[in-house]
Structures are given as C-alpha cells and as structure tokens.
C-alpha cells in the first residue's frame, strides 16, 4: 500500500495490484471509501464526506478501507451487503472476489 502521509488513515493501492483488479472485474462499479482525489477506476465514488458505511452497494465493488479503529465496520458493512445478495435480497449484487499480489 501506498501513503502519501504516514499520518494519513488513507492508504492507496499500488497500480500493479489495481492493474490485476481490472483484469479480475472488467469494471468497477462502487469505490464505496474513496478518498476525495479517487485513484479507482470506477463508476460510482463514495467519500468520506457520502460515509459508505451507510450507503447501499451494488455492482463490482472494490474496497481498500480507511485504515485505523474503523476497519472492523468496514468488513461487517462488506459482510452485510454480501449476505443481502446472498440471501437473494434486491437488485444489487456486490461481486466478492479477492486479488492478491502474494
């Protein structure tokens, strides 16, 4: 992972694994942690000013969450959607898949 403020919560990820992303996915649909600046390729943002955590996903949805105390509602927010679709609720379809450089 990539900061540009060791500081900084947010943590960007590398092209090459971003690279392996769009071959994985095609599209992306929902970025749903994005920093205000997206460094995503995808159709639909949500930053920290929209709070993700809140809003509906759907789609391919690519999350490299805000590091910090607030990952574990991150993951039971990503849990949640991926149990609506898997239930068969409503017409969004997050797209569970995982890449990794290892």
Known sequence: ??????????????PEILNSVYEVLSTI?????????????AQTYYTVEDNGLVL???????MNPPYGRDIPQWVN?????W????EGGGEKHP??????SC
């Open 83 to 86: 149990t609506i679709v898997s």
């Open 56 to 62: 509906p996903w759907f789609g391919n949805v690519f």
């Open 95 to 100: 797209e569970c898949r995982t890449v990794s």
């Open 1 to 14: 992972m990539i900061a540009i403020d060791p500081y900084d919560m947010e943590w960007y990820t590398p």
């Open 77 to 81: 927010k990503f849990i949640k959607e």
């Open 29 to 41: 649909t929902l970025d749903p942690c994005s920093p205000v600046i997206p460094t995503v390729e």
